[in-house]
């Protein structure tokens, strides 16, 4: 027996001696493999403790000849593999380059003995190698024998012992799974090769459901040069961890990267294929993935194309689901679909509903009637808001939490949710202005409205009509005060941002104020929005026009205020007409297409009627309407108005009315 010195340091050697258990013993199964083996067996001995006592790895390749041992093992790098391509007999793609893989044995254990056959001149020898982790540079290569006469097949035995560990982990059962995905490409390549785990034989084939080529953008290195770069995706048939391989361009993995997918339940693996892969690997730079910016575009590609893959594949599933629900006339939508939103809309319930069935754990043994019931409430919920939504998946149906965290993941990632939310918006608004011209234009609901109370706590909330950029504004206290403390200028009595209370018939209709706050972003920096609501019968003439231009300049120049740069303020009076002097004015104004009458260095007043407001905001949303196909009748958009504002409009719209409305 001969010793031999491997030339490299002893922490070098350590470094490549750490490995997760799968994996070392995937590095030893590669070498197997790139020996022209046919076969490989993985015999996992157990301890009289349940766990296992050594790792035996036996392959049937064409060993490792007694003169090549001291170059096998005495060095590491420029391994006879890095210049061939492919092997030896078999001319099969090579995986390792370096000869680093057999090092990983002792990520295993303490003890590695290699038994290896070979032939030469047709005759067949045996010999043995050891090496000891605590002294691992020192390799043991013992004389080699003749087998004379003996016919065995040629090949190397690994035995790994002194384990560090039960290694559990390697058991078929917790594994096989594992190593599919490992070997899937390689398998699917060269159906003459079998691997043996425990007993079991890995055999992807039998677990893949399906399976995608693509090819992706050239990866372009740091020095400008162009390596190609394809995706091979497989989908399994069982559960596994769902992991993206880098790998060499013939697809073998070198390495792997955080999934952070967001699929459903789809299991798959991914093969980010490139030979720039392997320059990475020589490099020591593969692990470091996050770091190669060229490698983080290419991820980041791979992840588009995957999850285009399994949204393709959940909408294929959920046709199949859908079309049944049709059959049984449960689904909750009838015919083919009017419009885009519509089609956008029942794509999420699609996807929605069939994730509930599969994962809910009441879903599917209800009754018919009550499934109906269920999707009708689902179809709701999609429609209405994301809130309505993830309550009905909660409280109605029980969807897991875990399903229900996917759902919302999937749902935030697609561009159809926010299509659907901004076209039911757009829808509302539509309505509203609508049944808003109905209560204020209609002869009977008009004289109805007795207070503007109630018109002014409906606009309380919809101060969008007077521009997008007055939505969601706030009531401000501090504000009001100002406004009363100046309202002699226009009305003693004008009641502002106040219900009416007390009113007769003999007092009539009194002016109203209603009032915004926006605070933009520095803390001097505010915008507020006033506007007086005129009695129905009042023309703006030239008194009103100069009471409020009077008030506005009140107002802006209060003590409060003054002081502060970056305050302004808009006023608007509105009333149901204005006579030709105030027409005059607009036309001669600051921005006749605003309806400005003036404009300060930090505020402006407009005068607008009811039609005016409401003619604007349809044209605005006239696109919009187009597109939705909108169709509102009168009846739908007061029963809308209704719904919404209910406790402003008691005794405005009775159900006479609506249907009037809707039959006309």
């Not at 490409?185 to 893949?208: F, H, M, Q, S």
């Not at 709701?380 to 759902?407: M, Y």
């Not at 901004?422 to 509203?432: E, G, H, P, S, V």
């Not at 958009?637 to 209910?646: G, I, N, Q, T, Y």
Request: net charge negative.
């Amino acid at each position: 027996m001969t010793d031999y010195a491997v030339e490299v340091q002893a922490d070098f050697l350590e470094r490549q001696a750490k490995a997760q258990p799968i994996a070392a013993v995937t590095e030893l199964i590669w070498n197997g493999l790139d020996a022209d083996a046919t076969a490989i067996i993985v015999d996992l001995e157990d301890d009289q403790l349940g766990g296992l006592r050594r790792i035996i790895v036996t392959d049937n390749g064409h060993g490792i000849p007694h003169v090549e041992a001291p170059t096998f093992f005495g060095n590491l790098g420029g391994s006879w593999k890095k210049h061939g391509g492919l092997t030896k007999e078999r001319h099969r793609e090579l995986h390792g380059q370096e000869g680093r893989g057999r090092f990983k044995a002792f990520a295993l254990g303490s003890a590695a003995d290699w038994k290896t056959t070979y032939a030469r001149n047709n005759k067949l020898f045996r010999y043995e190698i050891s090496i000891l982790e605590h002294d691992i540079r020192r390799v043991a290569i013992g004389d080699e024998e003749p087998l004379n006469g003996r016919s065995v097949p040629t090949g190397v035995t690994v035995i790994v012992s002194d384990l560090k560990r039960n290694f559990i982990s390697l058991k078929p059962e917790n594994s096989a799974q594992e190593f599919s995905e490992i070997f899937a490409i390689y398998l699917k390549n060269y159906r003459d090769v079998a691997i043996i785990i425990g007993g079991e034989r890995i055999d992807p084939t039998t677990a893949i459901a399906n399976a995608w080529e693509l090819d992706l953008l050239p990866i372009e290195d740091e020095e400008g040069a162009l390596h190609s770069a394809s995706l091979e995706v497989i989908e399994w048939r069982r559960q596994t961890k769902r992991a993206l391989y880098l790998c060499n361009e013939q697809g073998f993995p070198l390495s792997q990267v955080e999934a952070r997918f967001h699929v459903g339940d789809f299991q798959f693996s991914a093969y980010l294929k490139s030979p720039f892969m392997s320059t990475l690997h020589q490099d020591n730079r593969l692990e470091l993935a996050e770091m190669v910016t060229p490698l983080v575009k290419a991820v980041e590609e791979a992840r588009k194309k995957i999850k285009e893959i399994f949204r393709e594949r959940a909408s294929e599933r959920a046709k199949i689901v859908v079309e049944d629900w049709k059959a049984q006339n449960i689904y909750p939508y009838q015919g083919e679909a009017d419009s885009q939103i519509e089609r956008a809309e029942r794509q999420i319930f699609d996807i929605v509903a069939v994730t509930v069935q599969e994962a809910a754990p009441d879903f599917i043994e209800i009754s018919r009637p009550q499934m109906a019931l269920h999707l009708r409430m689902l179809r709701h919920a999609i429609e209405r808001s994301p809130t309505e939504l993830q309550r009905i998946l909660d409280e109605v149906l029980r969807l897991p939490k875990r399903k229900q965290k996917e759902l919302a993941v999937l749902l935030d990632e697609t561009d159809l949710s926010a299509i659907i939310s901004a076209a039911t918006m757009i829808a509302d608004r539509l309505k509203f202005l609508q049944g808003l011209r109905i209560i204020l234009f209609d002869h009977e609901a008009k004289e109805r409205l007795k207070e503007r109370s109630q018109l002014h706590k409906i606009l309380e909330t919809n101060t969008w009509i007077f521009g997008e950029e007055y939505n969601l504004w706030a009531s401000d206290r501090e504000l009001t005060t100002v406004l009363k403390v100046h309202k002699q200028k226009l009305d003693p009595e004008l009641i502002i941002d106040e219900p009416v209370k007390l009113l007769t018939r003999k007092r009539g209709i009194v002016d109203l104020m209603l009032s915004r706050s926006q605070k933009r972003h520095r803390a001097d920096d505010y915008e507020h929005l006033v506007i007086e609501l005129k009695a129905p019968k009042v023309t703006i003439t030239s008194k009103e026009l100069t009471q409020i231009k009077d008030y506005a300049l009140s107002v802006s120049r209060d003590p409060r205020y003054h002081r502060v740069a970056g305050v302004r303020w808009h006023f608007w009076l509105l009333a149901d007409k204005y006579d030709d002097f105030v027409q005059s004015e607009i036309t001669s104004g600051p921005d006749p297409d605003r309806r400005l009458v003036n404009r300060g260095p930090n505020f402006s007043v407009g005068v607008k009627t009811w039609g005016e407001i409401l003619d604007e905001n349809n044209a605005r949303l006239q696109f919009v309407k187009q597109a939705l196909e909108h169709n509102a009748d009168d009846g739908q958009a007061l029963a809308f108005l209704e719904e919404r504002h209910r406790e402003f409009l008691e005794g405005v719209i009775i159900q006479e009315d609506a249907d009037v409305a809707a039959d006309e």
